[in-house]
């Protein structure tokens, strides 16, 4: 493994865990203690993280790292998400994807789906996420429609005033809603650049279907994306808390669980 993915590697653990100790290192990059102790030294003279006796834990630029550090964390029960969203695709849809790793394991399941009508009848996909739009340039069996703005580093999402400029003039049939936090009250983000995009997402879709593993049904995050109301669907992982289901139903949103 070269040092720059190795190192890669070191901080996505850090990011998704809060801490590392070197054993750890050890063990799960098969290096030596010395080599371990160095990574993490060079790690914290770049202020990614913060060293401990022993290891290393996050601190605040970790929270703020790029979306490629966050991809591991309930990976499993994203891919099942994924899986249950893209099933809900047909071709010639369009449909609408945010920015965050759980859109972007559905828009790599949407990309699998079999399309005999391709490139004729595509998939139309309506993101501002530019690592999902790249990834689906290439795909015979999508189109891609992309929004405008700036990119921010830690999701890759654009936001700002641009998206405002299409998506009130596009119809989408459903926008697949990558979330930070959920409640009774609704769906929310944790910048409000993005939240703001999320609701313009919303107002464009005829169907809006959240896809967030349990971690997210915790609470609220900063900014409300919109309210329960607007959501006509929860795609969640069969491990969540039976309480926090119900929550959910009982304030009239349908769950499904896989």
Do not use: W
Request: glycine letters at 8%; a positive charge; proline letters at 4%.
């Amino acid at each position: 493994m070269s040092r720059h993915k190795r190192l890669s590697t070191i901080l996505g653990i850090v990011v998704e865990e809060g801490s590392v100790h070197i054993d750890d290192i050890i063990k799960r990059l098969d290096v030596s203690a010395a080599t371990a102790r160095r990574d993490l030294d060079l790690l914290a003279q770049q202020q990614l993280i913060t060293r401990t006796r022993g290891g290393a834990c996050a601190n605040p630029i970790s929270s703020q790292l790029p979306l490629r550090y966050r991809t591991t964390r309930m990976g499993r029960q994203k891919a099942r998400i994924a899986r249950a969203a893209a099933q809900m695709v047909r071709p010639g849809d369009v449909i609408a994807l945010n920015g965050g790793t759980t859109t972007t394991e559905v828009a790599r399941e949407v990309a699998l789906l079999p399309n005999p009508t391709a490139p004729e009848d595509p998939v139309t996909v309506v993101t501002n996420a530019v690592n999902i739009a790249s990834e689906l340039t290439v795909r015979q069996t999508v189109r891609v429609v992309v929004t405008g703005g700036v990119t921010r580093a830690r999701s890759y999402e654009l936001t700002g005033p641009l998206a405002d400029l299409i998506l009130p003039r596009i119809s989408v049939g459903t926008v697949f809603l990558g979330v930070e936090g959920l409640d009774r009250t609704g769906a929310y983000a944790s910048h409000e650049g993005e939240a703001a995009v999320g609701a313009a997402f919303v107002r464009a879709a005829r169907r809006t279907v959240v896809v967030a593993d349990r971690t997210k049904l915790a609470g609220p995050a900063f900014a409300l994306i919109c309210e329960r109301a607007d959501i006509d669907l929860l795609i969640t992982d069969e491990d969540a808390r039976s309480s926090d289901v119900a929550a959910m139903r009982e304030a009239g949103i349908d769950v499904r669980l896989v």
